[in-house]
């Protein structure tokens, strides 16, 4: 194992400076929340939603399977060809979940649990035209998931248990089906920016292992929305490297964006990201994302004018209902300021513990230069585009419930674009801790409402 770690030179200051931060953050929220003020966080921050593990016994030695098959991927990725990869990747997330204990905790529970997912209203719909037609109106009634997220969420819940007549087993293997696409499409995104095959293969083993991938990728809608995320990315990456327009790049980014769109408002994020990725470009005097970004919104207004046209369903609506329906006051700064600083702090925690403590070191390691993690500045551009949008997205409030770990799996390509050209020793230590943690987590918690 030492010969592929080498000297390894590890960030461990700014690893320590990390957890340390964690732990105070975690300490001081929690005696403010009992002794001071109301902070709008959860028990343990920055964790939205945990619940200590079954300690199934069965659960422990699947957890080890997970970390074993890690290892084991690690010490011969470089001879395997991309379909194994893409296969362990698999197993490396059904392992990880099925630490969990049982398929009832990993691929059921998710969808029925509490009795408060997209599931409970999909088991209420008996005419689909009829149900998306009215769901304006009925709004209010139906589950916090359901009413701020556009019909079409629940509606795929709806369609895959039509499908698999009523098996709840059979609507999370079709949640799986679609969100193991990711795994290739990551790979052709990485492609796009001339990653080379052997790193390609590290790569997306590491996306595999990464905590917030590996606890959420399994059975979420979120996995499935960036599905269609890597879809948009990657047709928007190929006109973007290439600056110039392609039907296929096109098309790609046109239906990734009309699917995620169709899925959760947070769709606006495309839009914000190609917006900066585009003022951008064009200080440049590169015009093709813009261009490109235009044709996707033009076919993505097209679409939902039709689909109101069809089915009754006004999309943008449905938006101003469902932020509503969340954000009653309004926008939280200007109500509950307190609230607002410390659901942003702990949006963004989450968010870097669930990519891991050893990535954020690296990440903020901004005085180890011969790390090499962000010296192509295409990728530079893309993808920190995509941080600002997301920066934006929280200065308006969004996610004030937390669960940004699975509602923005969305952003975990563009951390996994920096990797680029981080020296191989750093990181094959990257992969290693991370693959730990992940094994960790697995072990301890449920990260599911």
Known sequence: MMKYLGKTNFPLKVFSIAIF???????????????????????VFPFSVIYPSSFLLVGSLFCLLFLGTGFLAFLHYEKLNFFWIFLISVVLIILGNMGQGNVDIAFLQPFYYKGRQYYTDALNITDWQLWIQNFNKNLESFQLHTKTHPPYTTLLHYAFMELFNGSILGMSLGFLAISILSFPLMNLLMKNFNIDAQ???????????????????????????????????????QIYIQNKLSFVGVLMASAGLIITNMLTFSGLFLLAFVGVLSLITLYKKNFAVFFAAVISFIFTVGFFYFSYEYTGSNHLTTFFEASHSENPKGFMLLHSPVIYFFTRLEDIGEILIFLSFAYVAYFFSFKNRNFYLFKDKQVNTFSFSGLIALGLMLL??????????????????????????????KLNVLFVMCLLQTFGMQLIGNYYW
Request: net charge positive; proline share 2%.
């Open 21 to 43: 931060i964690w732990i105070f953050l975690a300490v001081s929220i929690f005696l403010l929340n009992k002794y001071v003020v109301f902070t709008g966080n959860n028990l």
């Open 199 to 237: 790193r390609r293969k590290l790569l997306l083993l590491f996306f595999a292992a990464i905590p917030s991938v590996n606890i959420y990728l399994l059975v979420s809608i979120d996995a499935i929305i960036l599905t269609s995320t890597l879809l948009f990315l990657c047709g928007i990456s």
């Open 396 to 425: 308006t409030g969004a996610y004030g419930t937390g669960e940004t770990a699975r509602a923005c799996l969305y952003i975990v390509p563009f951390f996994v674009l920096f990797l680029k050209d981080l020296r191989q020793e």
